[in-house]
């Protein structure tokens, strides 16, 4: 029905080419600030949750960018084609999660960062919540 629906986690590029669905909720959610997520985006850090890849329903062309991550694994940044919008990453590590950029949520205060994880590469510019979780590496999920 459609009341299921309401709750599910979607989102979408900048123009709209690639949208996604998610019925599952988050496994974890948090800041990235490894130097990879960095160079990635010009930030410093990148907000994301983590979701079982089964759950995750993409429509649209996706494409990947992979590079070897702070972890020693093989990340796979995806976005689209179109306007470049980072949406998804995918790590060997984790096969069984897709982590979702937070920004690109419908409703982006869905997103509720637990930790912060990669702060040994965090910058000094980069005032992080104190209140949050901290780890210098991968976080252990």
């Known amino acids: 029905g459609r009341n299921t629906r309401v709750n599910n986690l979607a989102g979408a590029c900048q123009c709209a080419a690639v949208r996604y669905e998610c019925a599952a909720q988050p ?3 948090g800041n990235c600030h490894c130097r990879d997520c960095q160079r990635a985006t010009g930030a410093a850090y990148v907000p994301v949750f983590a979701v079982p890849a089964q759950a995750l329903k993409i429509t649209g062309e996706v494409k990947y960018y992979e590079s070897r991550s702070d972890s020693g694994n093989t990340f796979s940044r995806g ?13 060997s590590g984790f096969p069984q999660f897709t982590l979702i950029t937070a920004g690109s949520l419908n409703d982006p205060t869905r997103f509720k960062p637990a930790m912060d994880f990669f702060t040994a590469s965090a910058q000094p510019w980069d005032h992080m919540n104190p ?3 901290k780890f210098p590496k991968q976080p252990k999920v």
């Open 27 to 29: 496994l974890f959610a």
């Open 131 to 133: 209140d949050l979780s």
């Open 79 to 91: 976005f689209c084609p179109t306007c470049g919008g980072r949406l998804f990453g995918k790590t």
